[in-house]
Each structure stands twice: as C-alpha cells, then as structure tokens.
C-alpha cells in the first residue's frame, strides 16, 4: 500500500507542472481531474483534484485541507483570505483501524492497542477511540479505557455527552459535567490542530497582504 500511495504521489508531483492563476473564480474552484489531466498543469488544488480522485481510483480516501503560510489561524474572522494554500489528507487512520481491529478480534490485544493508538492519533475519530476502548478494558487498563469512552464521547459532532456507571448515556449533562465535558472537547481539539513552521519564503510573502489586513482589522477592534 505504502508504495502504491508514493506512487501516485510521485506522478501527480512531477509529472504536472505547479502553476497558480489567482484571479476570479480560479482562486477558489479548482478546475476538474480531467482538465488537470490534460492540461498538465495546475495550481495546488488542481493537483489535489487529480490526486485525490487517482487514489480514490485506487481504493484510498484523500481530503483536501486548507492551511495559512504567514499568518496564526484567528478564530474569530471567518475569512478564507487567512489560507493562501492547500494539501491533501490520507486518512491512513481507517486502515489502521481494520487492522488493529483484526487483532482484535484475535485475542492480540498489544499489536491491537498499538495499530489503534496511531488509528485514534490521526483520525480523532469515535469509533476508532471505541475500538481502542475496548482493546484497554481486554488489556486491564481501566484509567485508560474510562479516558478513552471520554475522549469517544467528546469526538461526536453535535451531541453533548455524558458517561454514566453503565456506558455512554446521551442528554444535557448535570452542571458539575460540563466542565469535565468541555476539558475532553479541548484535548479533541488540540489533537486536530497542526500548528505549521518553516514554508518557503516565497509563500509568506505571497501572503502578506492578507496578513496586513488582518493587523489592520483587529486594531480597529
């Protein structure tokens, strides 16, 4: 699989010259995989265009992710002028969930709590912090399993979650939990955010326009 996916990587990277129109609608539509295909070129989403549908062709889930080059990601300013380029996402955590799921359910709970632990890193996801749940509770690691059922609970989109003495119990926690609640909310959180250093030059500069803007913004504030 690793060599498979460095392939398609290798093509998609060198075969297809990186060139940037950032004017109208193509600052923010990438044009289709076929066009990068023909074209040969394209700008970073364009790339991600056609390599995100040649690894789907290939059996491999990829999504695009927006990132900032010079500026810090500011919550409060809803405004796409803060990303100035793209990268695409393996989600290699969905394999490394079967897998350690298989172990599993072989009774090989240590290469199970391994392949998880890297599943439930990369992916935050419920299901996953569920397997890697159960895999703690075989293992005897009780502190471990109970943060875990925390950690599933918080990752869930739009449901408030509180863990009862028999399981998962779904509903308005009790004032006293909602503190506890939001402190699993943020390590969730903080597991999701990548802080990015050291990009090329070129791409800080190309955002500096932004980056004056935003100053400019929160001074008016």
Not at 1 to 16: E, L
Not at 87 to 115: C, M, P
Not at 153 to 177: D, E, H, M, Q, Y
Request: glycine letters at 6%.
């Amino acid at each position: 699989d690793d060599a498979k996916q460095r392939a398609i990587y290798a093509y998609v990277a060198t075969q297809f010259r990186y060139i940037g129109l950032s004017f109208g609608i193509g600052r923010y539509q990438p044009h289709s995989a076929d066009e990068v295909l023909q074209n040969k070129f394209g700008d970073c989403k364009d790339k991600h265009t056609l390599f995100a549908a040649l690894m789907k062709a290939a059996g491999y889930d990829v999504s695009p992710a927006l990132i900032g080059s010079a500026t810090k990601l500011d919550e409060s300013i809803p405004y796409p002028g803060q990303f100035d380029h793209l990268i695409s996402v393996l989600h290699q955590g969905a394999i490394w969930d079967t897998v350690g799921w298989i172990d599993f359910k072989q009774a090989n709970y240590s290469d199970a709590e391994r392949y998880l632990r890297s599943a439930w890193l990369l992916s935050q996801n419920a299901d996953v912090a569920d397997h890697l749940r159960k895999t703690y509770e075989k293992e005897g690691k009780l502190v471990e399993a109970r943060h875990m059922q925390k950690l599933a609970a918080a990752s869930r989109p739009n449901r408030v979650v509180r863990v009862g003495k028999n399981g998962i119990v779904t509903g308005l926690p009790s004032p006293n939990k909602r503190a506890e609640n939001e402190k699993y909310v943020l390590e969730v959180q903080k597991l999701r955010t990548t802080e990015i250093s050291g990009l090329p030059k070129k791409w800080r500069q190309r955002n500096s326009g932004w980056s004056s803007l935003l100053r400019d913004w929160k001074k008016s504030k």
